[in-house]
C-alpha cells in the first residue's frame, strides 16, 4: 500500500528524499525552511507525518506533545490446523492493544501478538525470543490446549506511538495545525487503515490560509 501510494505521490510531482534526518524547521512569513541531513528544504507547508518521532519534529516549532512508545512483538505460528479466519481474544479494553490475536497472512503464514509492552526507547527493537512461553499461554488460551513451544518462531516487533502512558486512558489520534505546519501524532493502527481519510483531513487544513 505504502509502495502504491508512494508512486501515485511521484506521478505528480512529489519527490522523496530518503535518509534525511530533520535538525531544525524555520518558521518565516511567507515560507518554511527544513534543515535535514541532505541540506535545506524551502517549503509553504511542512506536514509532521513522523510517527514514533512526530513529537520530536512538532517540538523544533515549539509544540510539546510527548508520544510514549509501546512495543509489540510477534510470534510465527507452525500451525497444527489450519486457520481460515483472524481470531482475537475476547478481554476487556485495555487502550494498550487488542491483545495477542491470530493474524492471516497473504501468502498463507500465520503469525501471534503483537504483545503490549511499555519500553523506555523508540528504538528497542531487540529481538525478545525469551518471550515465547508467554506467548504459548496466549496462544493456547486463544487456540486450544494442543499448541506446543516448538511451534512458535520469534518473528520480530514493532513500536507503537502512543499518546498515553501506562494505566492511563487510551488517546486517539490528534492532527493539530501551528504555523505553516500540520502534526500528526500518535497515529498508530489502525492508522494504515485510515490513512485516505487522515490525507483529507490533512487537505482540509492545508486549505486554511496561513496568517
Known amino acids: 500500500v505504502c ?22 524547521i524555520e518558521i518565516h512569513p511567507d515560507r518554511a525552511v527544513v534543515r535535514s541531513g ?41 500451525p497444527r490446523r489450519a486457520y481460515q479466519r483472524l481470531v482475537y481474544p475476547a478481554v476487556a479494553a485495555d487502550p494498550a492493544g487488542l491483545g495477542v490475536h491470530l493474524t ?3 501468502d498463507g503464514g500465520q503469525k501471534l501478538g503483537p504483545d503490549a509492552q511499555w519500553v523506555l ?30 511451534d512458535l518462531a520469534y518473528d520480530g516487533c514493532g513500536i507503537r506511538p502512543k499518546r498515553h502512558g501506562p494505566n492511563e486512558p487510551g488517546a486517539d489520534f490528534e492532527i493539530l495545525a501551528t504555523e505553516r505546519c500540520v502534526h500528526l501524532l500518535g497515529i498508530e493502527s489502525p492508522g494504515l487503515t485510515a ?7 490533512v487537505g482540509r487544513h492545508l486549505r486554511v490560509p496561513v496568517d
Open 3 to 24: 509502495s502504491w501510494l508512494r508512486k501515485e505521490a511521484e506521478a505528480s510531482g512529489a519527490f522523496f528524499a530518503g535518509r534525511a534526518e530533520v535538525s531544525e
Open 121 to 150: 526507547r523508540k528504538d528497542d527493537f531487540g529481538p525478545r525470543p525469551d518471550k515465547r512461553e508467554a506467548f504459548l499461554a496466549s496462544a493456547r488460551a486463544l487456540l486450544g490446549p494442543h499448541l506446543e513451544a516448538e
Open 195 to 201: 490513512a485516505m481519510a487522515l490525507a483529507e483531513e
Open 104 to 106: 492471516l497472512e497473504l
Open 38 to 78: 541532505r541540506g535545506p528544504i524551502d517549503t509553504e507547508r511542512v506536514i509532521n507525518c513522523a510517527g514514533l518521532y512526530a513529537d520530536d519534529i512538532a517540538a523544533l516549532v515549539g509544540l510539546r506533545r510527548p508520544i510514549l512508545p509501546c512495543r509489540g512483538d510477534y510470534f510465527r505460528l507452525r
